[in-house]
């Protein structure tokens, strides 16, 4: 999804948000489970297929970079594949409890300008905070790394 979707499911809420993502997951073991699911070393699509359900599931709230004006709360939201908070500014709180990231994310020179908590939350990819600027407390309590 481009900004602008993500975005627009974002306003949607929790409920919304997971069962768009419990879908594309559901679709991703279907593809699995009729062999259609091929990805190459770097988690690019082989077929057209695989591209097609990875450019339907990627969350992208960067490009070009967005501000959080106020609290945002992804507390368990699911992203089903890659998601994309690079050089995203959050004003307010910003809550990740319990998130669940299913491949990579990137918060690659993000701004947290206020109290920041991802406690509970699972990363089960590559996930990057290089560069990102922590400037209020920040907890990861909890959180797992399954990835790199």
Same mark, same amino acid.
């Given at each position: 999804?481009?900004?602008?979707?993500?975005?627009?499911?974002?306003?949607?809420?929790?409920? !919304?948000?997971?069962?768009?993502?419990?879908?594309?997951? %559901?679709?991703?073991? $279907?593809?699995?489970?009729?062999? #259609?699911? #091929?990805?190459? !070393?770097? /988690?690019?699509? +082989?077929? $057209?297929?695989? =591209?097609?359900?990875?450019?339907?599931?990627?969350?992208?709230?960067?490009?070009?970079?967005? +501000?959080?004006?106020?609290?945002?709360?992804?507390?368990?939201?699911?992203?089903?594949?890659?998601?994309? @908070? =690079?050089?995203?500014?959050?004003?307010?709180?910003?809550? @990740?409890?319990?998130?669940?990231?299913?491949?990579?994310?990137?918060?690659?020179? !993000?701004?947290?300008?206020? %109290? &920041?908590?991802?406690?509970? !939350?699972? @990363?089960?990819?590559?996930? =990057?905070? +290089? /560069?990102?600027?922590?400037?209020?407390?920040? =907890?990861?309590?909890?959180?797992?790394?399954?990835? &790199?």
């Amino acid at each position: 999804m481009n900004k602008e979707e993500s975005l627009a499911l974002y306003e949607k809420g929790v409920e !919304a948000w997971n069962a768009w993502a419990n879908e594309m997951l %559901a679709k991703k073991a $279907e593809l699995e489970e009729n062999k #259609q699911w #091929q990805i190459d !070393a770097n /988690g690019k699509g +082989i077929n $057209e297929v695989t =591209r097609e359900w990875i450019n339907n599931s990627n969350v992208n709230f960067s490009n070009p970079n967005h +501000i959080f004006d106020k609290k945002v709360d992804f507390s368990d939201f699911i992203f089903p594949y890659s998601v994309n @908070f =690079r050089e995203v500014t959050f004003s307010g709180e910003a809550w @990740f409890n319990n998130a669940k990231f299913n491949g990579d994310t990137k918060f690659d020179s !993000a701004k947290f300008n206020d %109290a &920041t908590r991802f406690i509970g !939350a699972e @990363f089960n990819g590559l996930t =990057r905070f +290089i /560069g990102a600027e922590f400037n209020d407390s920040v =907890r990861f309590n909890d959180a797992s790394f399954s990835g &790199t």
